[in-house]
């Protein structure tokens, strides 16, 4: 017998068995943390931020229709809960946390030092972008997820999250290149 879906055991949380949401909260805590730290680059936040978000869960679970998929609730959910941690504490998103780190094998101390200026450049670049711009690279670069889920998150049609992925991956262009020339300077 097949596992359940994410939908079939929200619908199970929604109808009073709330012990489902503990495999929810197994299958999806690791990328809501990842996208919840990348909005606020801050661990400790996170953290709250996550249990807050399974706390709504619970909370709304009457509001699941199962029309569209979990996960695309769950991060509507997440962005809420940012977007009330940053309004009560006045404070603007910062810096992306940048994750990926060198491999020092078979790499010159030249090169990991070029990959690390690299990766700080645009560290730098995603935290000037505006946080709705941030937003939608996150989603779609480091969350993988699909245009469509993306649109079902930020409620738009899917043209408009492939549009502004590209304006924001052209602004980002931008900014990251300003940062370099200033950087050669």
Known sequence: MPDPTDNELMLRVKDGDVSKLGILFERHHGKLYGFLTRLTD????????????????????????GDAPFTAWMYQLGRNVTADHFRKSRATS????????????????????????????????????PADKREVLVLSRFQGLKYEEIGQILQCPVGTVKARVHFALKELRDIYLSLSEEAVL
């Open 42 to 65: 801050r661990r400790d936040v996170s953290e709250d931020l996550l249990q807050e978000v399974f706390l709504r869960i619970l909370k709304y679970r009457h509001t699941f229709r």
């Open 94 to 129: 910062p810096l992306l946390e940048a994750e990926d780190r060198p491999s020092e094998e078979g790499n010159s101390p030249s090169d990991i030092l070029e990959h690390v200026e690299r990766k700080s450049l645009l560290h730098l670049a995603l935290g000037k972008l």
